[in-house]
């Protein structure tokens, strides 16, 4: 039986957060690959690679700035490979499409099979939102209804029953109140500044569950834009991410109240020890504690933490080919 092979398009890697953790799995992984970076400019890291004959004419000489793309694309499928192989093998990641059936429908079961994990590995379909350019968009909504009225009026009307109709419907329709972009921006500038959600939904019948990772702009392989352009924002083509598990609400909320001490009377002091000095800076203190819980209420409208959901760190996001050598 011929061996599937597996093709990545890596779409996004975390460098950093990738060569910490396969350091501490491996030990002096670091130091070896900075070097291997730093001499980056050497032909010699292209024939360590095996990739040298290939490449060295296309790049024609000392052309140093596409021989280091080449070996940073090397160095993160090798890394992604080992850490997800590692992980596995350690028990601490989990790969939902090797433990559930595509078909699986309860949430339930769903957590149960990722509690005890560390590491999670999802492919799915899946969304890029990015909050930044709705922010842009929004901003210049009312310019571009104006522009696109504009067009249709040119191309559109043919006719003076045709015109009569569009002009109608114009003053029908009502622009974005200043009021409302306004306050979006707003919106946006205090909880999701570059903010750039991916959800992967690994199951169609179960939508509700998401796996939901922010983006870092700088750890994109490409170009932000390229990678809207190729897949688009909703991408017709299964995604895989993996990540390290960051929040995995209960259904119930949190088994613990960090805020619990609050609602009590009792500042923890012994009145009959403590002077008044004392008690005051503790009532101070609850006191600005207490604004902590009203601020997480705002932010919890913008962080979308909320069962089923599983919310990850991602390292690495990346299209997923598996394919078979043919029989010769």
Request: charged letters at 30%; hydrophobic letters at 35%.
């Amino acid at each position: 039986m011929s061996k599937t092979i597996e093709v990545r398009d890596i779409i996004y890697f975390d460098l950093d957060k990738a060569v910490s953790l396969l350091s501490q799995i491996e030990g002096g992984l670091t130091e070896k690959k900075s070097k291997t970076l730093e001499t980056s400019t050497d032909d010699r890291n292209l024939r360590t690679y095996g990739v040298s004959s290939l490449f060295k004419g296309e790049f024609g000489g000392n052309s140093n700035e596409k021989i280091s793309v080449l070996e940073t694309k090397v160095l993160h499928h090798d890394i992604l490979t080992r850490i997800e192989g590692n992980l596995a093998e350690l028990g601490m990641l989990v790969d939902l499409k090797k433990v559930l059936s595509p078909d699986t429908k309860d949430p339930d079961e769903i957590h149960w099979a990722v509690q005890e994990f560390s590491y999670i590995k999802v492919e799915g379909w899946g969304c890029f939102e990015d909050y930044g350019r709705l922010k842009n968009i929004m901003s210049n909504f009312n310019e571009l209804r104006k522009f696109i009225f504009k067009c249709s009026f040119k191309d559109v009307c043919s006719s003076e029953d045709e015109l009569k109709k569009l002009v109608k419907n114009e003053m029908k329709s009502e622009k974005v109140p200043d009021w409302l972009i306004e306050g979006m921006e707003l919106w946006i500038n205090i909880f999701m500044k570059e903010r750039l959600n991916l959800r992967i939904f690994p199951f169609v019948d179960c939508p509700d569950v998401q796996v939901i990772g922010n983006l870092k702009q700088e750890c994109f392989v490409d170009d932000l834009n390229h990678i809207i352009y190729s897949y688009g924002s909703k991408p017709n083509k299964n995604l895989t991410v993996f990540g390290i598990i960051t929040s995995l609400p209960e259904e119930n909320g949190n088994k613990f109240d960090v805020y619990e001490d609050l609602d009590s009377e009792d500042t923890g002091i012994n009145d009959d020890e403590a002077s008044d000095d004392l008690e005051n800076k503790a009532q101070f203190e609850k006191s600005f504690r207490a604004l902590f819980p009203a601020k997480d209420g705002l932010e919890s409208l913008s962080t979308f933490h909320k069962f089923p959901r599983i919310i990850l760190n991602p390292i690495a996001v990346y299209r997923s080919i598996e394919g078979k050598p043919s029989k010769s």
